[in-house]
């Protein structure tokens, strides 16, 4: 029996063809029939270009129907899909390639000189374009193919997609998840959020990472029913969606700019049964004023790209602010001291699971890939907590090194590379901060040198040189000179310190 997560989701599609499936901001419809069609045109496009079961499809576009569509067609033609982020640039772009070695690389077309050089050199057979709006060669092409597609049996340990992701040391690592992985999760969310018939998802993230792309989606096409499916998030067009919404999804920054509007009230909110929040931790603050603007209590739940959703707070039965909630069905979680060994309730200890959501490896990385399973087979995510006596999960910190930014993870050594070997600079080390609107911001601590007129570099230059060459959200909010970094005796870098030396450089904004 074939295993392929399109023929699963499909499973929950509606008998009409004609219900609507994505609600787009112009009032237009896109039904599930038509997505039937879409997806099958893609995937009879990807077999056209070459593409086999196991074959990588790289694809760095904005969110619009027709990436929908071509991930589904990935699915359904066997492919493995390896979402990127809009906002990458060259650094970016050319290790993704280099390392999956995707044979189709489908991106907008603002990029489509520097994707052909990188792509010729990385081996990648093909490169399509998609726009913003879904036009490009890559809709032009797929229009052309037929809108009957058989969908590729695929074994449930066969691979579906590849997320990179950051972690405290190394290269960002692309973790694999298999077409079980995705379906197991995805199941297990749908019952256990009480998703229903009649429900509305007001879909305002992004869709090139496990939130946006796998919970959500995933989520609403098991349902069979209506995504109100905009570009970004803002706030203004949540104030006048969200009455003909059911769920909504979003990592906190969300939640504190709808609070920021005194327009978000209690009658916004009238016909909603569900706010998730995940991806980054939700501050207590804004779980509690949340309450009480809105009656509200926000769902807050706990996972990461290598497994998809480990934990949450419960549907049905009391949410605690600033916990994750209980285990998910079909997961096991445990808090274990440097030994491996369980640690007491309430004890703050390393967080390990286990499950079959948990992905099946970093693609390449058999050793990397090793190093972080447990003998008995529990994923060592990296963070930290504790469990409290009535089994409620808190995240207590995580991997030193990363910031998390607005719900995407940032990998500070990478930004750290960039800026040594800028001239003029020594050292460098970058951090996260507090921010009020992203949770975290990046800041860099740097010690430079003087040119031979005795000039230094300015904070504007070193931020200027990074833009272009690393996405946006990676690029420092600021840049502070130092004479020296502080270390330990071993001459490890004491991040510590320098998080509570810049701790307030956003206080009052």
């Keep these: 029996m074939s295993e392929n997560m399109y023929e699963i989701l499909q499973a929950g599609f509606p008998e009409n063809p004609g219900s609507a499936c994505l609600i787009l901001p112009d009032g237009s419809e896109i039904s599930y029939g038509r997505l039937r069609q879409e997806s099958a045109r893609c995937a009879n496009l990807l077999v056209s270009l070459g593409v086999e079961p196991g074959d990588r499809v790289a694809v760095q576009v904005r969110k619009s129907p027709q990436a ?41 077309p603002q990029i489509k000189a520097l994707a052909g050089e990188l792509a010729g050199k990385a081996g990648v ?31 449930g340990n066969d691979l579906a997609a590849i997320l990179y992701t950051s972690g405290t040391t190394g290269r960002s690592k692309g973790a694999m998840l298999s077409h079980r992985n995705l379906a197991v999760n995805a199941q297990v969310l749908h019952k256990y959020w009480g998703f229903k018939p009649g429900d509305v998802l007001l879909h305002m993230l992004p869709i090139f990472h496990v939130h946006g792309l796998f919970v959500a989606i995933h989520c609403s096409l098991l349902n069979g029913t209506p995504m109100l499916f905009e570009p970004k998030f803002d706030a203004q067009r949540a104030l006048s969606l969200l009455p003909k919404a059911t769920v909504f999804m979003g990592v906190p920054t969300y939640y504190t700019r709808l609070l920021a509007d005194p327009g978000f009230t209690k ?58 909630g209980f285990p998910l069905p079909e997961v096991a979680i445990r808090i274990v001291d440097e030994q491996n060994r369980p640690v007491e309730i309430g004890d703050v200890g390393q967080i390990q699971v286990k499950g079959k959501s948990v992905f099946r490896g970093y693609w390449n990385m058999p050793e990397k890939t090793k190093e972080e399973f447990s003998a008995d087979g529990f994923f060592k995510t990296g963070d930290m907590g504790k469990i409290d006596k009535d089994g409620y999960i808190s ?45 975290e911001a990046v800041v860099a601590a740097v010690i430079r040198q003087k040119n031979e007129r005795g000039l230094a570099l300015t904070e504007a230059e070193i931020i200027a040189s990074l833009k272009g060459e690393l996405a946006g959200f990676k690029v420092p909010k600021r840049v502070y000179f130092i004479d020296d970094l502080p270390r330990n005796s071993m001459g490890k870098i004491q991040k510590k310190a320098l998080r509570e030396q810049f701790a307030s450089s956003f206080k009052g904004n």
């Design 125 to 155: 057979s093909h490169v399509l374009e998609l726009d913003d709006e879904g036009g490009g060669d890559l809709a032009g092409r797929a229009a052309a193919q037929p809108d009957h597609f058989t969908t590729i049996p695929r074994d």
């Design 68 to 108: 929908l569509f071509l991930y589904l067609g990935c699915l359904r033609a066997g492919a493995v899909y390896l979402p990127m982020n809009d906002a990458y640039q060259r650094h970016e772009i050319e290790y993704f390639l280099a390392d999956a070695t995707p044979r189709v690389f489908v991106c907008r």
């Design 395 to 439: 995240i207590i910190g995580r991997a030193k090194d990363l910031v998390i930014s607005g719900g995407l993870n940032i990998y500070p050594k990478e930004i750290e590379e960039m800026i040594d070997i800028i001239p003029g600079v020594t050292e460098s080390a970058v951090i996260g901060v507090p921010h009020p609107d992203f949770g």
């Design 267 to 324: 009658e916004t909110c009238v016909n909603m049964r569900l706010f998730v929040s995940g991806s980054a931790p939700l501050l207590i603050e804004t779980f509690q004023e949340f309450q009480q603007r809105t009656s509200q209590t926000i769902l807050e739940r706990y996972g990461m790209t290598e497994g998809n959703m480990f934990a949450s707070n419960p549907y049905d039965g009391e949410r605690r602010g600033g916990t994750v």
